[in-house]
Nanobody
Framework: QLQFVESGGGLVQPGGSLRLSCAASGYISDYYAIGWFRQAPGKERERVSCMRGRDGMTYYADSVKGRFTSTRDNTKNTVYLQMNNLKPEDTAVYYC????????????????WGQGTQVTVSS
């Protein structure tokens, strides 16, 4: 079973950028859809993006559309989340996870969760 390790979080000023990495323990088959999620204190975990494995179609939450971009490097078994023009409301722990084939908004259908990486946007 795949395991993921997220990295790249940190403290950044509003308007800044970060690139998060999600490194898999093994080959990420095209069968898997890979999602990025975030959870702020006191809030439910929400899906930020999801990349469908078989064709790379990527879906983004309205709150990050145009600012975040998810990419995938199969040679490194790693998925990235480039975050630009960060806002204080983007502050959260960011996670990656996988599910079979199709993307879903149902967080419970994703598995192989990593430990998360903290992103703090503050001046």
């Amino acid at each position: 079973q795949l395991q993921f390790v997220e990295s790249g979080g940190g403290l950044v000023q509003p308007g800044g950028s970060l690139r998060l990495s999600c490194a898999a323990s093994g080959y990420i088959s095209d069968y898997y859809a890979i999602g990025w999620f975030r959870q702020a204190p006191g809030k439910e975990r929400e899906r930020v993006s999801c990349m469908r494995g078989r064709d790379g179609m990527t879906y983004y939450a309205d709150s990050v559309k145009g600012r975040f971009t998810s990419t995938r490097d199969n040679t490194k078994n790693t998925v990235y989340l480039q975050m630009n023009n960060l806002k204080p409301e983007d502050t959260a722990v960011y996670y990656c996870a996988a599910r079979g084939d199709y993307c879903s908004f149902d967080v419970s259908t994703f598995g192989s969760w990593g430990q998360g990486t903290q992103v703090t946007v503050s001046s």
